[in-house]
């Protein structure tokens, strides 16, 4: 059971990582076109700023779950490391649990605001008039998953930590 739960939250992760890694191309090239046009120019799309803001914030949260599953987020365990291999496992689960409550916390919160601007059809008025569910699209998929991911570590299906001090013992 747990290994199929892992497994469907693994491909689910990998498969929103590739939307963020795709995202970032395309907002790359969206960039380089807009520079362009300006140095030959040529007016630049009026929606560049826009589309670049929120696809900055897709991409964070299409990357957030599968950087919980990596271990990409940065976390400082100099001094947990010290502490009694029970104490760790305690401690460890404690984070687990936050790092959980905290992520559903704002996946619920985002999933009320994205319901509010798609029921108030509220828009955001820049370079370009985009309806304003969409900045909040992405928020509550990307917490909830990466809540998930956390329960991962919660369920002892792999740890976050890795007790190593070994680069800053040998830096000392």
Known sequence: ML???DRALSRASMALAWVGCAIVAALFALIVL???LRSIG???FAFTLAVVEYGLLYFAMCAAPYLVRVRGHVVIEAVVAQLPRPAQRILA???YLICFALCMLMAWYSAGLF???L???IL???GVNLPYWL???PLPLGFFLSGLEFVRYLAGLASYYTYDLGEVKDNM
Do not use: M, N, Q, W
């Open 3 to 5: 290994a199929s739960f």
């Open 34 to 36: 807009d520079v362009g």
């Open 42 to 44: 040529v007016k630049p």
């Open 93 to 95: 689960k404690l984070v």
């Open 115 to 117: 319901v509010e601007a």
């Open 119 to 121: 029921v108030r059809g």
């Open 124 to 126: 955001d008025v820049r």
């Open 135 to 137: 900045l909040y699209l």
